[in-house]
């Protein structure tokens, strides 16, 4: 056999993840699932059903607050496309463009709004409440309103 056949090289080998690490990962993967079945797996922008391929937005991005406060499901949604492209790429990179903040699919970048008391728009229900449950909460107009 050739020198090297068989083998993957790499100038910087992925570094093994940590026993933290890895259930960290674990914790947040399991919430995105979470996310996915309570947005059955449709886009709450556009209302697109996006399947497995849909990727799951932070309203409030990790690096926005803190990862732990991040990382629960009243902060997750659905969205098409990926971080550059479809609704989830104009939420990252253009969010005025959708009237993300207004809408309720990113929180603002100060940190004050508990992901949980912002109304989000979704496609198919209009407005609700994420719930900790890993439901939606409908709201009629009298609490939009308010």
């Known amino acids: 056999m050739p020198r090297g056949a068989g083998f993957k090289t790499s100038a910087n080998p992925p570094k093994p993840k940590t026993a933290k690490q890895s259930k960290t ?3 947040l993967d399991e919430l ?3 996310a ?4 059955n797996d449709t886009c709450v922008v556009c209302g697109v059903y996006v399947g497995k391929g849909g990727n799951v937005h932070h309203r409030r991005n990790r ?3 803190g990862s732990r406060a991040a990382n629960v499901i009243s902060n997750l949604i ?18 005025w463009e ?3 903040e207004w809408n309720g699919w990113v929180l ?10 912002v109304p989000v728009l979704v496609a198919w229900l209009g407005w609700a409440l994420p719930l900790s449950d890993g439901s939606w909460r409908v709201l009629d107009a009298r609490e939009v309103a308010s």
Request: with cysteine; proline share 9%.
């Open 98 to 100: 959708l009237d993300a």
């Open 78 to 95: 659905v969205a098409c496309g990926s971080p550059t492209d479809g609704c989830h790429g104009l939420l990252t990179a253009k969010p």
């Open 63 to 65: 690096g926005m607050g």
């Open 36 to 39: 996915r079945r309570r947005d």
């Open 32 to 34: 995105k699932g979470q």
């Open 108 to 117: 603002p970048t100060n940190g004050n709004q508990n992901p949980a008391e």
């Open 25 to 27: 990962n674990r914790g």
